[in-house]
């Protein structure tokens, strides 16, 4: 699938610091210690309604581990998918009448603009579920030949207690996790079933909805597999990083794992489960199912500063849970003025010491509220006329570019 156009990320002198990140998983924070190529799948949004800021926090959260990794002389193989085929793409088509695909694309099409507005960057591979459909079918097909999976009036389920690894992303109990899957898309209560907490993989077509021919039936896949497909086809075994929003971490985080981890036989299926808060509106998680949505495309068209925007969410520790105020907004649109008027200035303060400390917080699990009070002193000492350093605004520039994505 398409993705959308990078932005230009300014060379910094020297290097960044090893990215440290907490990790869902152990509930540690350690190093990430990746090799030359770090390697990241990122859930991709369910195409309708986007881009919400809830979606825009975790996207930027997520360039944001990338800049670092690439500021520290990595390169990064960056998957993201499109969520093109499931449930609740189909339910919206048929309550406006539309066309799914028409919707898809459209939603696609925004959340491409909305993404390169924010300056994130690009995956190396867009993917659609719907064009991933041959290579769900084959890791289904080994799981099916290594006795992972059965059917219940030809629905493929995966067997859960196949896998050993199963309940080490998100610790829950086998309550909560009952009540979350019912919650989050799985069918908990559906006769049958060996094991309430079974994922569907693969669902025979049901009336008015569509169908692909393949060796499993004519039908479409669940929504875990297409996760655990994309990844393992893209990133190979054992990736360093598999990001979304915390709504994740249960079910589909610990299904796409287990699911991967029976098809490669290493566990854990990532070294890093990393996840980013949830942004909330009107005291309720942002979701398209409740409708109380802020969305990043009429903001701009309002004429809001798409690097305001970006500045807003960066205020706010990327794993923390926040509601979203137009306050915030001002606020960062105070600072973006604040930055540019130091920037422009002729003597600044000293610019490298600043850029150290932006990459020592930075890199301790993305600390963007200290990197952003940090400029705010570098720009508001300049103005103040205390300043050594000619044209350090240059510098500074290039890190709020590089290391922030923000565009000064
Ligand atoms: N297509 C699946 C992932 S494979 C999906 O969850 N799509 S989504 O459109 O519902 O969400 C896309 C991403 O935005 C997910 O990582 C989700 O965790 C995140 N997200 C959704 N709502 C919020 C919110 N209110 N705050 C922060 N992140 C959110
Ligand atoms: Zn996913």
Redesign the pocket.
Known sequence: MKSWEAPEVPRLPGHGLELRLFDSATQNIRPTAVGQTASIYV????PYDATHM??A??YVAFDLLIRQWRDGGHSVNFVE?V?DIDDPLLKRAVETGQDWRAIAERETALFREDMFALRVIPPSHYIGAVESIPDVVSIVEQLQSQGDVYSVDGDLYFRISRSPGFGSVSHLNQDRMIALFGERGGDPDRRGKENALDPLLWQLEKPNEPAWNTPLGHGRPG?HI??SAIALKFLGSTIDVQG?????VFP?HEMSAAQAERVTGEIPFARFYVH?????WQGH????SRGNLVFVSILRQEGVDPMVIRLALLAHHYRSDWAWTPHGLQGAKDRLDLWRAAISQAVTMPSEILLTRVREVLSDDLKTPSALDAIDFWAQETLAGRGTESNGGALVRDLCDALLGVKI
């Open positions: 859930c991709g949004i369910t809830g979606h926090n975790t998918n969520t929504w297409e996760c979304g929003g915390s709504d994740l589909h980013s808060g949830m942004v909330s998680k942002m979701s398209k």
